[in-house]
């Protein structure tokens, strides 16, 4: 009796867990579809103009960023002139002004202690003014230097217009990398790379063409 009432349970759970699996099944089997065709099941269609305003917007920082590594180039290429072309006249230099060894040497040494002494100041100057703007300031400051120096070549404007070009120097050095991780922070690398790359062509071509524009220009 016993044995014959358990195999009456069992067949009455048997159709029971059989129905349960195939409401699961085809649950499951509609899940899927609607995954795969939503639009069939009812679902909308997904609106394009979020993806284009996104696609606008991507274009518009992509030439936004381009225009920000020009710029960054540019000032990379005249942060090291005021360095490079001293040296190569020293000679014209010290038979225009009349300064010794150690007045030629506190002249090309200006710039790299204005570097060293704002490296401090010029983050925290850049934050509180605006990095973009300070560098635009650097930038004249650079401009103004180099006018001084081409303009005169008296003692007082020589050094004068190393400190000035000195504290563009250390300016526009401190904050540009700041500006780089902000603007395109998926090109470290590159807009790294053209940074140097100007800065070091800057350099070279102050060194090259300072005599020969000297001579040119009779100064």
Same mark, same amino acid.
């Given at each position: /009796? ?12 048997? #159709?029971?867990? @059989? =129905? ?7 649950? $499951? ?20 103009? #979020?993806? +284009?305003?996104?696609?606008?917007? /991507?274009?518009?920082?992509?030439? @936004?960023? =381009?225009? &920000? ?14 360095? =490079? $072309? ?28 204005? +570097? ?5 100041? &010029? ?11 300070? &560098? ?18 008296? #003692? ?11 504290? $563009?120097?250390? +300016? ?7 500006? &780089? ?7 470290? $690398? ?5 940074? =140097?790359?100007?800065? @070091? ?19």
């Amino acid at each position: /009796m016993r044995l014959r009432g358990a195999d009456r349970r069992r067949g009455e759970e048997a #159709p029971r867990t @059989s =129905t349960v699996r195939l409401r699961t099944w085809c649950r $499951g089997a509609s899940r899927g579809a609607a995954r795969r065709h939503p639009v069939l099941f009812g679902a909308q269609e997904p609106d394009p103009l #979020p993806r +284009m305003v996104k696609d606008r917007t /991507m274009r518009r920082r992509g030439d @936004s960023g =381009t225009a &920000v590594v020009v710029a960054l180039a540019v000032v990379a290429f005249n942060l090291r002139t005021p360095l =490079t $072309g001293i040296p190569t006249i020293v000679g014209d230099v010290r038979a225009s002004t009349g300064l010794g060894v150690v007045g030629i040497g506190v002249l090309t040494t200006l710039p790299v202690l204005c +570097m060293g002494a704002l490296a401090v100041v &010029v983050p925290g100057a850049g934050a509180r003014f605006g990095a973009s703007r300070a &560098v635009w300031l650097a930038t004249g400051l650079l401009a103004l230097g180099m006018a001084l120096r081409a303009g005169g070549a008296t #003692p007082a404007v020589l050094f004068a217009s190393a400190l000035i070009c000195g504290v $563009g120097i250390a +300016m526009a050095g401190g904050l540009v990398p700041g500006i &780089v991780r902000d603007q395109r922070p998926d090109r470290l $690398g590159l807009v790294t790379g053209v940074w =140097t790359a100007s800065m @070091s062509v800057g350099a070279a071509l102050a060194a090259a063409l300072t005599v020969p524009l000297t001579e040119w220009l009779g100064s």
